[in-house]
């Protein structure tokens, strides 16, 4: 299983002392996050793709095998609702190729006013190019069910499990790679090493397991201490 993990995001100021040394420039921020950390999730991609330049500068900063999660514009997951995107998800498309094979996942978060639409989803998955790891986060209790997770498996994607303060967070077997998303302020050492056990257990080509960003700098701490319990169990 190839494994890649980190946190949402790694621009963050609040991080110096904590995690990023207290001078560090913020300019430096992503090639440190990188000796430390095997992946990023991009979460501003929701409200604007960046500039070429921007991302082939993420390229050059980061070590062989470290991966990106981009997550989608919302212009295709809450304006248009996976329905008419082909514009914008060329876009979308045309700014992961840039990152070669350092693109991890796209990550397509629905809202939770998005009730299941089975026809609309086949749909949208039948547009994505058939090589790309697409993994789907709904918040609306109607998309749980058999018909979509074949749906997803059909298509080569997946479905994320979310960890929240909100819903424990369940692995669903049987998908064809996995994607984490551990959204709780803190985890105790135990917790991590119960989700590295069971991500581990798996039998997954990849999987992606990102913490979430809070102002003490734990995410990376936590994310670290998540690799170091999958390479240990």
């Given at each position: ?112 006013n998005f009730r299941k ?36 498996r059909a298509h080569g ?41 069971n991500v581990g257990e ?32």
């Open positions: 299983m190839a494994l890649s993990v980190g946190t949402s995001g790694f621009s963050y100021k609040e991080w110096k002392g904590t995690f990023y040394p207290e001078k560090l420039p913020n300019r430096d921020m992503l090639a440190f996050y990188g000796k430390h950390l095997s992946a990023v999730e991009i979460n501003n991609t929701f409200y604007r793709l960046p500039k070429r330049e921007i991302v082939e500068n993420w390229v050059a900063q980061v070590p062989k095998g470290f991966r990106f999660s981009i997550k989608a514009p919302r212009s295709i997951t809450h304006f248009r609702r996976l329905k008419d995107v082909h514009e914008v998800l060329d876009a979308l498309l045309a700014t992961t190729l840039v990152l070669g094979d350092r693109l991890g996942a796209i990550l397509f978060q629905l809202p939770p639409d089975i026809s609309r989803l086949i749909a949208f998955l039948d547009t994505l190019p058939k090589d790309l790891r697409a993994a789907f986060e709904f918040r609306n209790d109607t998309w749980f069910d058999d018909e979509v997770y074949a749906a997803l994607a997946t479905l994320v499990t979310v960890d929240s303060n909100e819903k424990d967070g369940e692995i669903l077997s049987g998908a064809p790679w996995g994607y984490l998303r551990l959204r709780k302020d803190s985890y105790s050492d135990k917790k991590i090493a119960v989700w590295a056990k798996e039998k997954w080509d990849d999987a992606f397991v990102f913490f979430k960003h809070e102002d003490a700098g734990r995410g990376p701490k936590m994310a670290k201490k998540f690799l170091g319990a999958v390479c240990s169990s």
